[in-house]
Nanobody
Framework: QVQLVESGGGLVQAGTSLRLSCAAS????????MGWFRQAPGKEREFIAA????????DYADSVKGRFTISRDNAKNTVYLQMNSLKPEDTAVYYC?????????????????WGQGTQVTVSS
């Protein structure tokens, strides 16, 4: 069993930055890939970024590439999402999740555990 708790969301203005954190329980954190997804009202959950267990490999959606950075600290069982140059279209609930198979990190239905989500609202 893995528990994931996101934090760091909030209301910000366009062009500013936020850093989301996701704290994980469990002793196998470093062996699983971690991903960030987001879901806006009326839309499907969207892949944002993923990072491999050791942190050597990352993957990003085109919509955030160059603006968002995913990282992890396995000593703290935490994964981060640094979001820069935020846009109103980035407004959504952001979720972190764990995945045992790197090949499927872009697919929400392949993730094993999910956090409860944290709201990010970007005003224009």
């Amino acid at each position: 069993q893995v528990q994931l708790v996101e934090s760091g969301g909030g209301l910000v203005q366009a062009g500013t930055s936020l850093r989301l954190s996701c704290a994980a329980s469990g002793r196998t954190f470093s062996s699983v890939a971690m991903g960030w997804f987001r879901q806006a009202p009326g839309k499907e959950r969207e892949f944002i970024a993923a990072i491999s267990g050791a942190g050597r490999t990352t993957d990003y959606a085109d919509s955030v590439k160059g603006r968002f950075t995913i990282s992890r600290d396995n000593a703290k069982n935490t994964v981060y999402l640094q979001m820069n140059s935020l846009k109103p279209e980035d407004t959504a609930v952001y979720y972190c999740a764990s995945n045992s198979y790197w090949a499927y990190v872009r697919f929400a239905n392949k993730y094993d555990y999910w956090g409860q989500g944290t709201q990010v609202t970007v005003s224009s």
